[in-house]
């Protein structure tokens, strides 16, 4: 995720990244802009092929349609993209909630479970970030004090292996009856939502905008920028070529937007900053629990 100063809107005019949208458009824009041009040539050098007359009423109002029909395109996507910003906000809440709930009722003497769950709680959040990228990478897991780390590392599922061995070392604990029923419940509510989260995240993940809805969007802006030089030519003439460059230019980048923060987990420049907030957990995890094994930067 990029990170800028939203005051600063006159440098941000003049500035271009690796996703900006003109780069990724550029060779349709040419296009596009030869096409109107032949277009325009045609219809203003042999007018006896063209008998129709301007058709701008007709793109006036499917302008607006489509305006319309933008704006719910990129509403979809940014409560998607927000979403996503809010269930990580509360896996971070949910992890210092729990660190702090341990480092309560474990004594501290007791380093083996401390280092455990210091360990286990931000791998939690490491494990779900990848897992929403199809794979996780275990070396950003943190393992050197978990015993059953092997079920771990085989699991199809790893933030659920990794929920899962929490949740046993919670009632190894009340059964050596060092933690009471009522701190038992406590913890699970804490670790239970870790689940809810990774849940909603999956479902975010898994349910793309509806494959009809897509299409469409795609078919009408092509058809409107395509029809459009026709309804422009004989009010503008060639000053229709830029005009059109222009609203496909438009249209295009608000689709290109709503594409690309959709689906907020993966590591596009406007995706959610999730290996930051992994890291984050890490460190407020260990520091809360007394664990001072070092944070590494990747």
Same mark, same amino acid.
Request: proline residues 3%; glycine residues 6%.
């Given at each position: 995720m990029i990170k800028y100063n939203p005051k600063s809107w006159f440098s941000l005019i003049f500035k271009f990244h690796k996703s900006d949208t003109f780069r990724r458009m550029r060779y349709v824009l040419v296009i596009f802009a030869?096409?109107?041009?032949?277009?325009?040539?045609?219809?203003?050098?042999?007018?006896?092929?063209? %008998?129709?007359?301007? %058709?701008? &009423?007709?793109?006036?109002? *499917?302008?607006?349609?489509?305006?319309?029909? /933008?704006?719910?395109?990129t509403n979809t996507a940014y409560?998607?993209?927000? #979403?996503?910003?809010? /269930?990580?906000?509360? *896996?971070?809440?949910?992890?210092?909630?729990?660190?702090?709930?341990?480092?309560?009722?474990?004594?501290?003497?007791n380093i083996r479970d401390r280092s455990y769950f210091a360990s286990m709680i931000p791998n939690y959040s490491f494990a779900l970030k990848e897992h929403l990228r199809k794979g996780?990478?275990?070396s950003d897991l943190d393992y050197d004090n978990v015993d059953d780390f092997e079920n771990v590392r085989i699991a &199809?599922?790893?933030?659920?292996?990794?929920?899962?061995?929490?949740?046993?070392?919670?009632?190894?604990?009340?059964?050596? &009856?060092?933690?009471?029923?009522? &701190? *038992?419940?406590?913890l699970d509510k804490e670790l239970k939502s870790f689940t809810d989260i990774a849940g909603a995240c999956e479902r975010i993940k898994s349910t793309p905008i509806p494959y009809s809805y897509s299409l469409f969007f795609k078919k009408v802006i092509f058809i409107y920028t395509a029809t459009l030089?026709?309804?422009?030519?004989?009010?503008?003439?060639?000053? %229709?070529?830029?005009?059109?460059?222009?609203?496909?230019?438009?249209?295009g980048s608000i689709e290109l937007i709503a594409e690309e923060i959709e689906d907020p987990f993966g590591k596009d420049v406007n995706d959610l900053p999730t290996?930051?907030?992994?890291?984050?957990?890490?460190?407020?995890?260990? #520091?809360?629990?007394?664990? %001072?094994?070092?944070?590494?930067?990747?």
């Open positions: 030869i096409y109107s041009a032949g277009v325009v040539y045609l219809v203003l050098h042999f007018p006896d092929f063209f %008998t129709f007359k301007s %058709t701008i &009423q007709v793109h006036s109002l *499917l302008g607006f349609v489509i305006s319309m029909l /933008l704006v719910f395109r409560d998607r993209w927000w #979403e996503g910003r809010k /269930l990580w906000g509360a *896996l971070i809440n949910d992890s210092r909630n729990m660190a702090i709930k341990i480092n309560a009722v474990l004594a501290k003497e996780v990478d275990l &199809q599922h790893i933030p659920n292996a990794i929920a899962n061995g929490m949740y046993s070392r919670l009632h190894k604990l009340y059964r050596d &009856q060092v933690i009471s029923g009522d &701190q *038992l419940i406590t030089p026709f309804g422009l030519v004989y009010d503008f003439k060639y000053w %229709t070529v830029p005009i059109v460059f222009f609203m496909l230019y438009v249209f290996d930051e907030i992994a890291l984050r957990v890490r460190v407020n995890t260990r #520091e809360i629990l007394g664990y %001072t094994a070092p944070v590494i930067h990747k």
